[in-house]
């Protein structure tokens, strides 16, 4: 069992940063591939981000290429999503999940575990 509880998220103005941390409980975190969703009111769970276990391999979506870095530390069992430049429309919950399978996480259908999400609002 893998428990995941994200934090940093708050109000910041346009064009500023945030780091979201995710941290997960147990001895295991290594074995899991890690990924950041998105959900905006009134719209669906979207992909943010995914790294795979050892973190050598990240993916991103496109609305976010450039801006967002996704990262983790094993030995805290934690993982990152640092946000540069941060626009209106990246207000959202933002959930972070983990599977042992990078391409599920990836997908997000299906996922071992999800995290109860935190809130990023960013105003213009």
């Known amino acids: 069992q893998v428990q995941l509880v994200e934090s940093g998220g708050g109000l910041v103005q346009a064009g500023g940063s945030l780091r979201l941390s995710c941290a997960a409980s147990?001895?295991?975190?290594?074995?899991?591939?890690m990924a950041w969703f998105r959900q905006a009111p009134g719209k669906e769970r979207e992909f943010v981000a995914a790294?795979?276990?050892?973190?050598?391999?990240?993916r991103y979506a496109e609305s976010v290429k450039g801006r967002f870095t996704i990262s983790r530390d094993n030995a805290k069992n934690t993982v990152y999503l640092q946000m540069n430049s941060l626009k209106p429309e990246d207000t959202a919950v933002y959930y972070c999940g983990a599977d042992q399978l990078y391409r599920t996480v990836v997908a997000g259908n299906g996922m071992d575990y999800w995290g109860k999400g935190t809130l990023v609002t960013v105003s213009s």
């Open positions: 147990g001895r295991t975190f290594s074995s899991y591939a």
């Open positions: 790294i795979t276990r050892n973190g050598d391999t990240t």
